[in-house]
């Protein structure tokens, strides 16, 4: 079910980005083309532009209908949920705690309550081809890693989860805080060219001025800046990654776990690193850092 809601997540987010990016691109093309029309005298500019805008227009309520973002974020909330459950499950984490009385009945149970609140918000199964669901998600390579020792379990989580998701949101907020600088000196340009050029125009050094195709060249990168949120998810990165660094060394730093109080602790920490790693965890970050 993972790797399903994964694949589509990832094909519903590129199909959202190139949908952006060519209603974007087509607007852009009808005011050059509008532009350059003007200061040409060009007649058939103006239908030129006018195909464009029309062409731009259909791409908007094909993006609409398709829904593409939404089913991106469904896919991808239905992927880590399921995730994040697999990794609780053979960690011992939460309420999956060694010792608790049929973990595989409780796992089916969790990831079906996950699932519906998922439907609700219009994932549709269906869509994940013919997915086994409950104690079917649970592979027997989970089964063996759960019944580890806890020295054998916490150096599988650290290795390969919690060192994973440090190597993930590092590398993904330095990646947001380049492309984030990129894109507000290319606003902070075209801006400024729209201001001189209004400048010049109003000292009447000129006839015709850049103003309307800088401006519109500027609000297509705010518009594109918006839409990759990479100023927001460099800060939710950032924030994580410092929060998973600290969990991780506490962690290393526990008890060994046969005993009932250090796999309470043990249990405790698991799912603190799965509620930081969250989708939702990101997104309400990412809303500060958008302040």
Known sequence: MYLANDRLAV????EAVKAVRSQLS???????????????DWSPGAWLAAAAYALALGAGIHTSRRRARVHHHAHRAAAEMVKSLCW?????????????????????????????????AGWDTARCGPQSAG???????????????????????????VQEQLAWYGGKSERSQRSAAVWSSVIALLTLLAFFSTVVKAAGMIGDDLTGLCSACAAAAVAWSEMRRQQPLTYAHRLIWQELDVAGTSMQEL?????????????EAVAEVERLVSPQHTDWLAQFGSA
């Not at 094909?11 to 590129?14: A, D, E, G, K, T």
Request: cysteine-free.
């Open 11 to 14: 094909h519903r987010q590129s």
């Open 88 to 120: 609780l499950y053979m960690a011992g984490g939460g309420e999956f705690r060694i010792g608790t009385p049929n973990p595989d009945a409780l796992f089916a149970t969790r990831l079906e309550d996950g699932l519906r609140e998922l439907r609700r």
């Open 255 to 267: 008890p060994a776990g046969e005993e009932q109080h250090g796999e309470e602790r043990w249990a």
């Open 135 to 161: 104690e079917g998600q649970i592979t027997e390579a989970m089964r063996r890693v759960r019944q580890k020792s806890f020295l054998s379990r916490r150096d599988i989580y650290l290795r390969d989860r």
């Open 26 to 40: 087509l607007l852009l093309l009808a005011t050059l083309i509008s532009a350059v029309a003007n200061w040409a």
